[in-house]
Structure formats: structure tokens, C-alpha cells
């Protein structure tokens, strides 16, 4: 199985990712093996093996809900795009 070109200019504008001629070429050629291996698996037969979410069995995997400090606001805002007035700015949302 191949993916061409276009479809991953499509992906890469759905995503809004901005790549150059030779990243294009290469996540071409790297998604391309990647699909080739997903239908190897499709090809075997596993109609005895159950259906999973995770290749382990987890039980109770997350950590216990603890009170704790805030985190401080100059370092949440540390790495946003742009902060106004303490808060986070963002675009305005039009219908």
C-alpha cells in the first residue's frame, strides 16, 4: 500500500503543518513503509486472538489524586504564543 504525494500535502494541510519539498518526499517514502508493514498484519490470520486495547493488562494504572501547589502562572504562561493581562490570548472563535 502507497500513499501519494497529494495525500500527504492533504494530511500535512489538515494538520497545518508547513513542510519543504524534501520533507514531503521523505514522509512520503517513511509513511509508505509504514502502511506496507500495517498490511502485513492485516494479512495474518487472527480470528483467535481477542480483540485488545493495550498489548499489557492494566489495572488501576493511574496515580492517586493528590492536592498539590499550583503551578506558578509565569511558568504556565511561559511558553504560550501570546499572554494579555495574565490570561492566555487566543484567536477569536467565528461561526
Do not use: C, K, Y
Request: aromatic residues 4%; without cysteine; glycine residues 2%.
Amino acid at each position: 500500500m502507497a500513499i501519494s504525494r497529494d495525500e500527504v500535502l492533504h494530511v500535512a494541510r489538515l494538520a497545518r503543518l508547513a513542510l519543504t519539498d524534501d520533507e514531503v518526499e521523505r514522509l512520503t517514502a517513511e509513511l509508505g513503509q509504514i502502511l506496507e508493514a500495517v498490511g502485513v498484519v492485516s494479512e495474518l490470520d487472527l480470528s483467535e486472538v481477542a480483540p485488545t486495547s493495550h498489548p499489557l493488562d492494566l489495572v488501576n494504572v493511574w496515580a492517586e489524586d493528590v492536592p498539590h501547589a499550583p503551578l506558578p502562572l509565569e511558568d504556565a504562561l511561559a511558553n504560550a504564543p501570546e499572554a494579555e493581562a495574565e490570561l492566555f490570548r487566543v484567536p477569536a472563535w467565528r461561526r
